[in-house]
């Protein structure tokens, strides 16, 4: 009752008949009543591209409809729900083995997707929408973040210039 199942994967199409993932979530932190969440598969499959990911998921970890969407095959056997700590245990151990990184946990890895599409172009109200953020406050997020993605900012002069009223604090 709590966590998507496979049943709450839908496969569908927006209003200009483009592909669109739905998942029914039945319950969230801020929503007990659940929400409906949507994402967009890449024109080109790649390793990157949801829909990739979710049938290769699925073609590993084989289960039933009433599986846990993101359940995955332990080692000991059967299926486990995947949980936020498996995941980050997962990022940590390959950042670690090949690069050499610090820990990263969950709000790294949001804001991180948030700098993502910032850096590509994508306008700030569009990834404050795809990444649900309700407030401003990721924009402290961006502040505090900025002096680790100067070099990469200063190589993309157009994005920064338009990030710079976000990642900067106000001058007063």
Do not use: C, Y
């Given at each position: 009752m709590k966590h998507i199942t496979r049943a709450g994967l839908f496969?569908?199409?927006?209003?200009?008949?483009?592909?669109?993932?739905?998942?029914?979530?039945?319950?969230?932190?801020?929503?007990?009543?659940?929400?409906d969440v949507h994402c967009a598969p890449h024109i080109l499959p790649s390793l990157s591209d949801p829909k990739t990911a979710l049938d290769n998921h699925v073609q590993i970890n084989v289960g039933n409809i009433e599986s846990h969407l993101?359940?995955?095959?332990?080692?000991?056997?059967?299926?486990?729900?995947l949980s936020k700590k498996e995941v980050i245990k997962c990022i940590d151990s390959i950042t670690k083995a090949h690069l050499n990184l610090p820990d990263l946990k969950g709000?790294?890895?949001r804001i991180g997707g948030t700098l993502f599409y910032l850096l590509k172009g994508v306008p700030f109200d569009?990834?404050?929408?795809?990444?649900?953020?309700?407030?401003?406050s990721f924009t402290l997020y961006l502040r505090h973040h900025?002096?680790?993605?100067?070099?990469?900012?200063?190589?993309?002069?157009?994005?920064?210039?338009?990030?710079r009223q976000y990642i900067l604090p106000p001058v007063r």
């Open positions: 496969f569908t199409q927006n209003h200009q008949n483009l592909p669109v993932i739905k998942f029914s979530i039945p319950m969230t932190k801020t929503l007990p009543t659940g929400e993101f359940a995955w095959r332990h080692p000991t056997g059967g299926l486990r729900p709000h790294s890895l569009v990834v404050k929408t795809m990444g649900q953020w309700s407030s401003e900025a002096l680790v993605l100067a070099p990469f900012l200063q190589s993309q002069l157009d994005t920064l210039n338009n990030l």
